[in-house]
């Protein structure tokens, strides 16, 4: 992330929420407000505030981290690397009971419910993909192969099969 200058002596750091063409934010995680969090999680060097017991009911991942006596646990700010601040931002939302998928973010909300063992994100966007996406099925599956989402092919491979029996039928 490179930083803007909003006067020749100071420096502002500047995340992909405040692009000019992201979507606004339904929720903001940056407040750092002691009332509406218990713990930090950085993200891309983006500080998100949250409430370690809420992503512990969402997540596996997460109620190991903070309540089965991990390092994690103990310190101030906990780094999670290898995913995005948008991801992470979209998964909060998801949990808060905000919905903001689109296919162009899909994947990455996939990515890191699948890793978190999140089963109400991923089912929010299973829903998703198969109601309202407009990915190719041939895309959806190799989203399902990628995360191992067997209901996801399942559903994509049974829509091939009606598809081709309708064929067969149309044909004769």
Partial sequence: MAPLSSSSTSRKRVSWADAPNS???????????????????????????????????????FRNMFFQGFQESKKDVIELK?????????????????????????????KISAMWQADIPLGKFLKFLMKKSELLDEEKLILADKYNLATLKVSLLARVQRNEIKITILAA
């Fill in 23 to 61: 979507q606004k934010k339904p929720m903001d995680f940056s407040t750092d407000d002691p009332a509406h969090y218990d713990g930090v999680v950085q993200v891309e060097g983006q500080n998100f505030y949250i409430c370690k017991h809420q992503l512990a009911r969402q997540s596996e991942f």
């Fill in 82 to 110: 290898e995913i995005t601040g948008e991801s992470f931002q979209l998964f909060l939302e998801l949990i808060s009971g905000y919905n903001r998928l689109s296919d162009d973010n899909i994947e990455g909300i996939t």
